[in-house]
């Protein structure tokens, strides 16, 4: 089992920025990957971001550029850097934990961008 806590989200202006912070424990030595994903009102969810446990990351082609993953293996915390956000980057943002053959989630948390 893993429990996934997040946090970071918020309200901000175009063009401003966001961190997002997800903080594994329990079973964290099986943890593959982690990453957010995130699901607009009426839109299917989609991968935003993802850092495996060697530090290799894979963005979506809308946030390349923008988007940053990170980690600190001391604080079993994953980390997404939010810059230049858009309106269009609004959306209920969900952290995951990958492991072998099971997938958790944490609680979500709100990202909205508008003037």
């Known amino acids: 089992q893993v429990q996934l806590v997040e946090s970071g989200g918020g309200l901000v202006q175009p063009g401003g920025s966001l961190r997002l912070s997800c903080a594994a424990s329990?079973?964290?030595?099986?943890?593959?990957?982690m990453g957010w994903y995130r699901q607009a009102p009426g839109s299917q969810r989609e991968l935003v971001a993802a850092i495996t446990s060697g530090g290799s990351t894979n963005y979506a082609d809308s946030v390349k550029g923008r988007f940053t993953a990170s980690r600190d293996n001391a604080k079993n915390t994953v980390y997404l850097q939010m810059n230049s956000l858009k309106p269009e980057d609004t959306a209920f943002y969900y952290c995951?934990?990958?492991?072998?053959?099971?997938?958790?989630w944490g609680q979500g948390t709100q990202v909205t961008v508008s003037s």
């Open positions: 995951y934990a990958q492991l072998l053959g099971s997938r958790y």
């Open positions: 329990g079973n964290i030595y099986s943890i593959n990957s």
